[in-house]
């Protein structure tokens, strides 16, 4: 059966004008179920949403894996606890969006706008976040191993905690960014500006950041890293301490 709920309340009246196509989405398929509950979380799995003016819409906890949102308008968009595993964002805009604790894997977000927005706690394994422009955003405690981050404008923003082992932040704008205590393992930063960037208990085994631009040594000096971490001459970093693992 096809199915498509939606509840008309008034915190979201604004915004259902934006969502008056959604009927026509199900008729594509029998197989897609759209339930949209209090603020537009729910299911819709390989949704074809490009384009749409979704201002101050809320799909926390909601299901839209493969779903596509290029050029989509999500500004102010509430994404938290959602699954958005392989959507599409390509030119979206997710200025000052909020995505706590969701998971976005293999999500690709090429040329999106991310200013001010927040992805704590998020799972962006893989992701593509080619030539984004998100200055200020942050992504404390998020996972963006292997997570392709080139050409992009990250100035300002926070990665604390992050999980970042073989991303690749080449050429990306990280000036003044936050790097504390993250895992940046064989993270690559290939012509990275990463002036006033901060690497406090970062783990920098394996990373190359031979061709960073704007690096100094007091960048490095509560950082470690191992045999395999390359920075420009004169920089060095700390031996990271291995964990033994404890007595069988």
């Known amino acids: ?6 509840d008309f309340i008034g915190a ?4 259902i004008a934006a969502l008056i196509a959604l009927p026509a989405l199900s008729r594509d398929t029998g197989k897609r179920v759209v339930v949209f509950h209090h603020g537009f979380s729910g299911i819709c799995n ?18 839209f894996p493969e779903s596509d949102f290029t050029r989509a308008d999500l500004a102010r968009a509430n994404l938290s606890g959602g699954n958005f595993a392989g959507a599409i964002f390509t030119g979206a805009n997710l200025e000052s969006a909020e995505a706590i604790g969701a998971n976005l894997a293999d999500v690709n977000m090429t040329g999106a706008t991310l200013r001010d927005s927040k992805f704590i ?12 422009a998100a200055p200020r955003a942050q992504f404390m405690s998020t996972v963006l191993a292997l997570a392709d981050l080139s050409d992009a404008d990250f100035s300002g923003g926070d990665f604390s905690s992050l999980n970042g082992a073989g991303a690749n932040f080449a050429r990306a704008n990280l000036q003044s960014t936050v790097f504390s205590n993250a895992n ?3 993270a690559r930063f290939d012509r990275a500006r990463l002036s006033q960037a901060r690497f406090n208990g970062a783990n920098l085994s394996g990373a190359n950041l031979s061709t ?10 509560r950082a470690c890293g191992d045999e395999r971490t390359l920075l420009p001459p004169d920089i060095g970093v700390s031996m990271c301490v291995r964990r033994e693992p404890p007595p069988q």
């Open 46 to 63: 390989a949704c074809k949403l490009s384009g749409r003016a979704l201002t101050d819409a809320v799909f926390s906890g909601g299901s």
């Open 1 to 6: 059966m096809r199915r498509i709920s939606i």
């Open 212 to 221: 960073a631009i704007g690096l100094s040594q007091r960048q490095f000096n």
């Open 12 to 15: 979201i009246c604004a915004t």
């Open 121 to 132: 706690g998020s799972n962006l394994r893989s992701a593509r976040l080619l030539g984004v």
């Open 184 to 186: 940046l393992t064989d």
